[in-house]
C-alpha cells in the first residue's frame, strides 16, 4: 500500500511563493502529481508528471507553478510563484501505479494553501 506524506503550504500574500512536497512510500509509482479543492468548488487537476514525460499543468497555473519529482526519494514537489487569492485551497497529492494491467491511485492527506489579497 503506497503512502503519500505531505509537506509545505501555508499562509501567504498575493504575489508570493510556495513550496510543497509530497514523499511516496510503500512503492513505487510512475504518475506524481497535485490536485487543489477550494471550498464549494470540485476538485481540479494542478499539475501531473510522469516517467518519461512532459508535465502537465492546469492553465490557471501555467507560468507560475513548476511541478518537479526526484524519483530517488520517491518524491514530487510543487514550486508556487505569483500566487493569487483564487489559488487558495487545499493541496491533495496525488500517485498512480500500474501493476498487471490495473491502474491504482493514492491520495494524500492535503495541505492548506491560503493566498491572502
Known amino acids: 500500500q503506497v503512502q503519500l506524506v505531505e509537506s509545505g503550504g501555508g499562509l501567504v500574500q498575493a504575489g508570493g511563493s510556495l513550496s510543497l512536497s509530497c514523499a511516496a512510500s510503500g512503492g513505487t509509482v510512475s504518475t506524481m502529481g497535485w490536485y487543489r479543492q477550494a471550498p464549494g468548488k470540485q476538485r481540479e487537476l494542478v499539475a501531473v508528471?510522469?516517467?518519461?514525460?512532459?508535465?502537465n499543468y492546469a492553465d490557471s497555473v501555467k507560468g507560475r507553478f513548476t511541478i518537479s519529482r526526484d524519483n530517488a526519494k520517491n518524491t514530487v514537489y510543487l514550486q508556487m510563484s505569483g500566487l493569487k487569492p483564487d489559488d487558495t485551497a487545499v493541496y491533495l497529492c496525488n500517485a498512480r501505479r500500474t501493476v498487471i494491467f490495473k491502474t491504482y491511485e493514492y491520495w494524500g492527506q492535503g495541505t492548506q494553501v491560503t493566498v491572502s489579497s
Open positions: 508528471i510522469s516517467n518519461g514525460s512532459m508535465p
